[in-house]
């Protein structure tokens, strides 16, 4: 009788493109997992939790049905089944957040007691966290530099896929994959996400995907022409896709870099949006604290508001009801659809923080309750990025002019309109704050903790 491996999925839900996948399938029969830990879900709003949902049934689609679902503590599940098949490798994609980190050790402990082991795998990114490097070892901390080592080496490996390229047709790596089974949980109840969302899973994943890359004037080639334009909301929405790995980023460089080389302005463009995602998993699993706290932690002294005016101004926030009309846009994007533009999500993100004087991770908070793609190292470092309190790249003092970055990035109000339906008449609120007074308010407050004149 063949060995059995457990093969535990977590955000790797796919079965194409998979090492880890294809390791186990080397060693003999391959029993599919996930375990709904109540950790995760109690993080996972709505939204995210009816997408993992729907991924979970696509999965188990795509394992011929086989695939064991079990709900508790993946410590102490993990372990139990492994004995319980016989398994002696556990094998899985790498998981390099900081709650994975801790929860993944604490199994490989428990499995080894009890001689068997886990077993890792790749990851959920292009590169490794940790594996971009300065010379002398330090990690990278502004992007420019790790985006240029990010490509270099990318470009070195011919951004293969990694391990084998499997199509999800039942075999891997040429070898037909033998799914084996045990009794398993139903898959967590799907909870009404209060919003449309996007097809789930590996094939609609991989449909999006091909759409894209040969869109004429929407998709990849000229993502570079119309991706801060929000009205034409023609960015890839992989997003959610990548959330869960359904699809994994080396599968996008790959058919980018068809043989020659990664060419053109817009594939270009959208593989550094790709290093970006990168660039923030790997400062989180160098600096882990940085979830919630400043990455910069001499701004640990700003002055915020968090009273109970606070809370009031907050909750317009939330409501999209500010007056500021590309900013309630967006935040009523984000309630009707779990997703919103980036350039929005920038713009909000700024408002919230510099208008406001709120603290960011009320808004990273908010956004992880509505995003379908809600992802701790993009958003909370996407946040920190507008907060000014994290890498470098918009310093404090560059405030974002919302009536501006309205006029520039949605001049004909299309998007506006779209999302605002009030816009037009006389129930849409006046401007909640005067911009050039809370510019001026959050530059003194900056003064107070950079001494910047
Ligand atoms: C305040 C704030 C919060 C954010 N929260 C999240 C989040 O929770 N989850 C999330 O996946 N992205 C987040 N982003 C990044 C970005 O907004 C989304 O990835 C993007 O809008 C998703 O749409 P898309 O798939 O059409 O992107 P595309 O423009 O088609 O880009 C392709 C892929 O590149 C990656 N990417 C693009 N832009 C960024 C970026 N700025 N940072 C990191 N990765 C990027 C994403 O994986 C995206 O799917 C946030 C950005 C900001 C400013």
């Known amino acids: 009788m063949a060995a059995v491996s457990v093969m535990w999925f977590r955000r790797d839900l796919r079965v194409g493109d998979h090492p880890a996948l294809a390791a186990a399938v080397e060693a003999g ?41 079990r709900h ?45 082991k886990l077993r890792g795998v790749g990851c959920n990114y292009a590169l490794e966290p940790g594996s971009v ?39 891997c790596d040429g070898r037909p994959i033998a ?20 097809p789930a899973g590996e ?15 929407r998709g990849v080639r000229d993502y570079d022409q119309h991706r801060d334009d929000p009205a034409a909301d023609a960015t890839s929405h992989l997003s959610p896709h990548l959330k869960w790995g359904a ?14 080389g990664i060419r053109g302005d817009g594939p270009r463009t959208f593989a550094s949006e790709l290093a970006w995602r990168d660039f923030y998993a790997d400062v989180l699993f160098q600096r882990p604290a940085t979830a919630w706290s400043n990455l910069n932690p001499k701004m640990d002294t700003m002055r915020l508001d968090r009273d109970d005016a606070a809370r009031e101004l907050f909750q317009q926030w939330c409501d999209g009801r500010t007056g500021f009309p590309i900013v309630d846009a967006g935040m ?34 908010h956004f992880l309750d509505h995003l379908v793609d809600g992802d701790l190292a993009s958003n909370n470092h996407g946040w920190q990025w507008a907060a000014g309190t994290g890498t470098d790249a918009a310093p404090y003092f560059r405030v974002f002019n919302p009536t501006r970055q309205f006029e520039r990035y949605d001049p004909d109000g ?7 339906d009030d816009f037009d008449t006389d129930r849409y609120p006046d401007p909640m704050v005067d911009h050039a007074a809370e510019r001026d308010e959050a530059l003194a407050r900056y003064k107070e903790v950079s001494g910047r004149s």
């Open 29 to 69: 029969d391959v029993l599919p997992l996930f375990v709904v830990d109540p950790v995760l879900m109690e993080r996972s709003g709505a939204p995210r939790a009816a997408h993992l949902h729907d991924c979970l049934l696509a999965l188990r689609e795509s394992t011929d049905g086989h695939l064991v679902v």
């Open 332 to 365: 009523r994007q984000l309630l009707a659809t779990g997703w919103m533009h980036n350039r929005v999500r920038m713009i909000v993100a700024s408002f919230l923080v510099k208008d406001l004087h709120l603290p960011w991770q009320w808004g990273a908070r």
């Open 72 to 116: 508790g503590d993946p410590t102490e599940i993990v372990p139990a089944l492994a004995a319980e098949t016989g398994a002696e490798t556990v094998f899985v994609t790498r998981d390099h957040g900081p709650y994975g980190r801790r929860r993944d050790a604490e199994v490989a402990d428990r499995l080894r007691s009890d001689d068997r």
């Open 179 to 198: 799914w084996t089974t045990v009794d398993g949980d139903d898959p967590p109840g799907r909870p009404d996400p209060g919003c449309e969302l996007p």
């Open 133 to 171: 490097r300065k010379r002398d070892g330090d990690p990278y901390a502004v992007f420019t530099p790790f985006s240029r080592v990010w490509f270099d080496v990318l470009a070195g490996e011919s951004y293969s896929v990694p391990g084998d390229v499997t199509a999800a047709d039942g075999t």
């Open 203 to 217: 094939a609609a994943a991989l449909e999006r995907w091909r759409e894209y890359l040969v869109a004429d004037g």
């Open 414 to 420: 299309d998007y506006v309109r779209r999302w605002v």
């Open 247 to 260: 699809i994994h980023p080396r599968r996008l460089l790959s058919d980018l870099h068809a043989g020659n």
